[in-house]
């Protein structure tokens, strides 16, 4: 019975028995083979699948290892582990330099089981000594681009690499298409250093720059930030930063020099290991900022960094990051990017950021796509505090740099700076903005500002636009068209309820008036700047103030010197108490007429006919004062208006014109642009006042209405 026992054993052990001797004899086989043997059908083989020279020049070998990762049975089988040293990949003809990579050595494991599927799974690559040399000429052509042999039929064999490592090294980058020129160097830290470490360190630094950069408030804004952990805090605190690397060089002409860290092991296959990445870059004057990891780099799927970015104006970021900011002061940001490349489109996210541009406060979170027509920007923003002033530049009313800078001196008064529309068809953009606390000056008192931009194909629409006004309220639309040249723009504007003891706080007088302003305006216009725009203008502008006061002082703070001189003549140096003014302009090609323009005081009722033309910003006005019984002889003479905004020309008229300016109103040509301001004609809040503007337009109405009986 035991030598049945014993033949089966051996009848079972011996194909296990000649299996392992098998094994072993091929083992012992390959690692004595001189794989340098095979250098040239590998150089070859490889050479065709790029589509340029590949050669291994030094040393290419073979020995057998178990691999640690393994478990179980699978622990005690050896794997082959290959090392090929002294590697070059030829660059094409047209490039500046021979080579587009070399490596001391390259070294890596094959699963052998694996390859019994015709499946070639590496675990990881580890590159000693890269040097590398990526190149784009002015015509577009990329030395990374790779000439790889079309086949019809699929291969057989499939490759798996999970992760790359790399050692000291050095990436020359030269992209004459871009004007961009770096050098960047990388070096072995003595120790790895932790995630929380390096954050708090860039924290610190990126407070600094804010600083330097935009002044003390930015670095107060700076630390109203919230450091909350957020999901990629957690996956990054499982890597640590081994590797330093510095770069300097150009971009765009503007010199470049950058340092940071990085990890030693790129896992292209595990999402969960993210490769750390920390960054201090300055192009020009813009300095940026960055800390966080790259998770899932084969597709580069997610993308979690801490951000800071500061600079003398955001447009400068346009050629770095391709998209389209507008004019700013100084600025100073911090905010969390990520992002998801992909494809077919790419998506960035800044999100819970803060951002201190001139002395202006602003939060919010925005979102960049690509993969459509054009790239699109949506998002909110959040003013806790706005400076009227630093809104300038977007308006083209000076500030920042823009593409044609103002001429040193100049007779015009209206800004002739012109708007960045080049860059408008670049990029699509959905934004909402609210600003609830606006600082300004003494003759703007804007109080707050909410609106809905939206950039589509060049054209800039703000709609809805309101403004919170001396006490009241500014709505409307705007629309700047740049997809044409001249832009053609269009303004929808209604103003209703403005104090008037709130247009000046300054001005003592006003504390005691109850009056308010009303008016529409609807302009159509084409140009480039808010000169050429209102030079071109055509439609309507009405304008009523009801039971207010106005003085010299109150013109000359809000800048109106023609009415500043008007008033002096008429009336001295005094407040005037003023029971209405209503004026209707109706506007042709930036030449506004006078269709009705009458003040009504307690001494004189004054009309004035003429025009403005904007175009040139010359004054053709005639004033003329009707006086009230005798309290007031001085304002029996009329009055002209000459010259320009900047310069006006006021004098005194003969006596004829006082009789045709009498005639007019008696006659009541005015009798229908009264009718329409009454529309106008709003109850003042809570005062109770009469409205004197209601009873001057009904008998401005008056004679014609006798006249159709």
């Known amino acids: 019975m035991r030598r049945r026992y014993k033949l089966l054993a051996w009848v079972i052990g011996l194909p296990v028995t000649l299996l392992i001797v098998l094994v072993s004899a091929l083992v012992i086989t390959l690692s004595l083979f001189d794989w340098n043997r095979l250098k040239p059908t590998i150089d070859a083989k490889a050479s065709t699948a790029i589509g340029r020279p590949f050669a291994i020049n030094g040393d290419l070998g073979m020995e057998w290892k178990r691999d640690p990762q393994s478990q179980g049975w699978h622990a005690w089988l050896p794997w082959p582990h290959i090392v090929a040293h002294d590697i070059s990949v030829a660059n094409p003809a047209w490039t500046k330099q021979p080579q587009f990579a070399h490596l001391d050595a390259v070294r890596f494991s094959l699963s052998p089981l694996d390859l019994l599927w015709h499946h070639v799974r590496i675990p990881s690559l580890q590159l000693v000594n890269p040097s590398v040399d990526l190149e784009r000429d002015a015509q577009g052509r990329a030395n990374w681009t790779f000439n790889l042999p079309q086949s019809q039929t699929p291969s057989a064999w499939t490759v798996d690499l999970g992760a790359i490592g790399f050692g000291a090294g050095q990436v020359v980058f030269d992209d004459a298409a871009g004007h961009v020129q770096i050098t960047a160097y990388i070096q072995p ?8 470490q390096i954050v708090a360190q860039a924290t610190a630094d990126a407070r600094t720059q804010a ?44 010199p470049l020099e950058g340092s940071g860290k990085t990890g030693a092991v790129l896992a292209l296959q595990q999402s969960g290991q993210p490769f750390p990445l920390q960054a201090k870059l300055r192009i020009g004057d813009t300095h940026i ?5 790259l998770i899932d780099p084969l597709h580069l799927g997610a993308l979690d960094l801490r951000l800071w970015l500061a600079g003398s104006s955001m447009a400068k970021l346009y050629p770095i990051l391709g998209v389209t900011l507008p004019d700013t002061p100084p600025y100073a940001t911090r905010g969390r990017l990520t992002a998801t490349l992909a494809r077919s489109g790419n998506r960035f996210g800044y999100h819970d950021f803060r951002a201190h541009v001139g002395a202006s406060d602003i939060a919010g979170d925005v979102d960049y796509v690509t993969g459509g027509v054009r790239p699109k920007l949506s998002g909110k923003l959040q003013a806790a505090q706005l400076r009227f002033a630093d809104l300038a530049p977007l308006v083209g009313g000076g500030g920042s740099s823009t593409t044609t800078p103002p001429p040193a001196a100049s007779d015009r008064v209206l800004p002739t700076q012109s708007f960045r529309t080049d860059r408008w068809k670049a990029m699509d953009a959905d934004v909402t903005f609210a600003a609830a606390r606006i600082e300004h000056g003494p003759s703007l008192p804007i109080q707050s500002l909410s609106t ?8 800039l629409t703000l709609d809805p636009l309101h403004f919170g006004v001396a006490g009241g309220q500014v709505n409307g639309m705007v629309r700047l068209d740049g997809s044409t040249a001249p832009m053609r723009g269009r303004l929808k504007l209604g103003v209703r309820g403005l104090r008037i003891e709130q247009l000046s706080q300054g001005f003592a007088s006003m504390h005691t008036s109850l009056g308010e302003i009303n008016g529409d305006a609807e302009l159509d216009a084409r140009g480039n700047s808010v000169a050429t725009l209102l030079g071109t203008a055509s439609g309507e502008l009405k304008l009523l103030m009801d039971n207010g006061a106005i003085s010299r002082n109150l013109l000359e703070m809000a800048g109106l010197n023609v009415g500043n001189i008007v008033l002096g003549k008429l009336f001295g140096d005094k407040t005037v108490k003023i029971d209405c003014a209503a004026s209707d302009f109706v506007a042709e090609d930036g030449l506004f007429s006078t269709r009705l323009f009458v003040v009504d005081t307690q001494d004189a009722l004054i009309d004035v006919k003429g025009t403005v033309n904007f175009a040139n910003e010359k004054l053709d006005l005639d004033v003329v004062p009707h006086t009230k019984g005798f309290r007031l002889f001085t304002l029996r003479s009329p009055l002209y208006v000459h010259g320009t905004l900047k310069q006006p020309d006021v004098g005194v008229h003969a006596g004829p014109l006082l009789a045709r300016g009498a005639g007019a109103l008696a006659l009541g040509v005015v009798a229908a642009p009264a009718a329409a301001l009454l529309a106008l004609v709003a109850p003042s809040h809570d005062t109770g006042n009469t409205h004197t503007c209601t009873a001057v337009l009904q008998q401005l109405r008056a004679p014609a209405a006798k006249a159709q009986r």
């Not at 809905?452 to 054209?459: C, S």
């Open 189 to 196: 830290l003595q120790q790895a250093v932790p995630y929380d």
């Open 211 to 254: 600083v330097n950069s935009a002044g003390r408030g930015a670095g107060k804004t700076m630390d109203k930030d919230n450091d909350q952990d957020k999901p990629g805090d957690a996956a990054a605190r499982k890597s640590s930063y081994q590797f330093a690397w510095s770069a300097q060089g150009s971009y765009q002409g503007a």
């Open 289 to 293: 900022a960055l800390v966080g990891t």
């Open 452 to 459: 809905h931009l939206v950039m589509d194909g060049g054209t």
